[in-house]
């Protein structure tokens, strides 16, 4: 899962040089000795500091990631989600919190050893970049669920004063990951200058990129939560993802045989490689069988039924005018599986299933099977990947639009108005490439719309079942509160098309409940924030445990 696409060998030695250095790496903050990751014949060269950060790319998500699009209202498993429906309980061990500290604890390890090394300072600065931009990565992830973490900023061993840390308020940790990525920004290679066979690699655009996803998380959670200075993060996410926009770096991806399906081969093998300059960070999986750094079977994933879209996302989805569902002409009752799809975003059809779809051997049948909603997602299905049982298509993890989608945000939030000139350059260009007309501010008063909540909604339906990004949304928001305890519903039910299944338990106006409000619920004045693990709470006296967990 290293990032030389074009030589698989070479990925393998490096891949396992970083697991022979850093196999000794641990959970509860990594409380071991330094001794053991010491190597006194390693840590010479630049190549050494390159072969050690290989191993931080491991931990980039993989594409079963995308299943986390069910913690919210956008997606649906094979059975209820803790996360969405309140249910969960406080953990005993989480990879959500020993797996970051095992990276920051790589990242720190690499960060102090390349002061031993001084054969080429810019390659040295360059990968002191790659180890700050994966653990501003870290904090960032660590910060979202538990707001105030331990910042540990260097290696220690067993008696250290750090194996019994205290949180560190999330203000300081955000000035940390903002430190990071700036040196990050200043020592990474621009995407266009990075030889093709390190595609994969972090870049100036990566470090960039999260910069302006942690400055308009923690912007629109101090302005929606009234906590903390949100002009000033907002500020942060606005120019980092300007910065990106004025560096011409970037573009929307665009099919040239298909142009108006574009948005769809985005996320087929079309998408892949180094040509498409809409992908900021892939984690890679290879090309195939012959060129194969690690293969999925995401495919397979899907077909299974590991997320599902629900009723709530189709109802995002606008009439071809721009309005929606209640205010749009073109809306007519909804007759058949197809009707819902005519006259709409050409994305809802891109990103879900319906009968004019090929499938696996045939067109799409409407089909209960391994769906509790009647919905099957599009997005990274390819047939051929399903026959064999093997795929290569790599996960996508920043790209372009969702710079154009910050940027459109922090604009709004930071003045309370955006300009048609900044929706133009922003929004209304991932609407141009399906085929959208342009939201603008006349639109907006003349259908009494919000624009902030088309704004929201265009983030909505664009980043659609791919990840945890609906979920974050709506705590960030402060809207979970208000969106998770609601019913999960899927398709209406017509039943002579969905003829492998009788008597499902429906609405009175004929939609498919999932799962019944009575069975979901949403604390806020605890889900807002998750609990930490308990175990980690008996190793260090100094840590708390997250209000009313």
């Given at each position: ?22 196999a ?7 409380k ?20 050690a ?5 491991v931990?980039?998500?993989?594409i ?15 059975a ?23 990276l ?20 040295v ?18 910060v ?17 004063t ?6 560190t ?23 266009s200058?990075?030889p ?16 302006a ?37 970037y ?28 992908n900021?960070l892939?984690r890679?999986?290879?090309e ?8 999925h079977?995401?495919v397979r994933?899907?077909?299974?039924g ?21 205010k ?8 058949n599986?197809?009707s ?6 050409p ?10 779809h ?18 099957k ?21 920043m790209?372009?639009a ?7 945000e ?11 000139d ?17 939201l ?30 609906r ?33 499902p ?18 604390d ?5 924030l ?20």
């Amino acid at each position: 899962m290293l990032m030389i696409r074009n030589n698989k060998k070479a990925c393998c030695l490096l891949l396992a040089a970083a697991g022979l250095i850093f196999a000794a790496c641990t959970k509860q903050l990594n409380k071991i000795p330094e001794t053991t990751l010491s190597d006194a014949a390693f840590w010479k060269t630049s190549s050494d500091l390159r072969d050690a950060c290989n191993s931080f790319y491991v931990v980039l998500p993989a594409i079963q990631s995308n299943d986390a699009a069910v913690w919210s209202d956008d997606g649906f498993g094979t059975a209820p989600n803790t996360i969405s429906d309140g249910s969960r309980l406080v953990p005993v061990t989480s990879g959500d919190w020993s797996d970051k500290y095992s990276l920051i604890r790589k990242c720190n390890n690499v960060l102090e050893k390349s002061s031993r090394v001084s054969d080429d300072p810019e390659q040295v600065d360059r990968y002191r970049g790659e180890a700050r931009f994966f653990r501003a990565f870290a904090y960032m992830e660590l910060v979202k669920r538990y707001g105030d973490v331990p910042l540990i900023l260097r290696t220690f061993d067993v008696n250290d004063t750090l194996t019994e840390a205290y949180r560190t308020a999330r203000e300081t940790v955000m000035d940390s990951i903002y430190a990071d990525l700036d040196f990050a920004i200043a020592h990474l290679p621009v995407a266009s200058k990075l030889p093709q066979a390190e595609y994969g690699r972090a870049t100036r655009g990566a470090a960039l990129f999260l910069k302006a996803s942690a400055g308009l998380f923690e912007g629109t959670w101090n302005k929606f939560h009234q906590q903390g200075d949100a002009s000033r993060h907002l500020n942060i996410a606005l120019e980092a993802s300007e910065q990106i926009i004025n560096s011409g770096e970037y573009a929307l991806f665009t099919y040239a045989p298909l142009p108006d399906s574009s948005y769809f081969y985005l996320f087929q093998n079309a998408g892949e490689g180094p040509a498409n300059k809409e992908n900021i960070l892939v984690r890679l999986y290879g090309e195939n069988m012959n060129n194969s750094i690690a293969s999925h079977n995401y495919v397979r994933s899907i077909w299974g039924g590991s997320v599902t879209p629900t009723k709530s996302l189709m109802d995002a989805y606008l009439y071809k005018d721009g309005l929606p569902a209640g205010k749009s002409p073109w809306e007519k009752p909804q007759t058949n599986t197809l009707s819902q799809y005519e006259n709409r975003d050409p994305r809802m059809d891109m990103t879900v299933f319906n009968k004019r779809h090929w499938f696996i051997n045939s067109l799409y049948v409407p089909s209960f099977q391994n769906t509790l909603t009647g919905y099957k997602s599009r997005k990274y299905f390819i047939s051929v990947d399903w026959t064999i049982n093997q795929s290569y298509v790599d996960n996508i993890i920043m790209r372009y639009a969702e710079v154009l989608l910050m940027f459109a945000e922090a604009k709004y939030e930071l003045n309370g108005q955006i300009s048609d000139d900044d929706l133009n350059r922003s929004v209304n260009l991932i609407r141009h490439r399906v085929g959208m007309p342009p939201l603008t501010n006349a639109f907006v008063a003349e259908h009494s719309l919000s624009m902030r909540e088309e704004i929201r909604r265009e983030r909505r339906v664009e980043l659609a079942l791919e990840g945890d990004h609906r979920y974050w949304d709506l705590i960030r928001w402060k809207t979970a509160e208000t969106v998770l305890p609601q019913a999960v519903l899927g398709t209406k039910f017509f039943p002579d098309e969905y003829v492998d299944v009788t008597n499902p338990k429906l609405t009175p106006e004929g939609f498919v409940i999932a799962q019944d409000a009575a069975k979901r619920k949403f604390d806020p004045d605890k889900d807002y924030l998750w609990p930490l693990p308990t175990k980690e709470l008996g190793l260090d006296i100094h840590l708390s445990q997250n209000p009313q967990w």
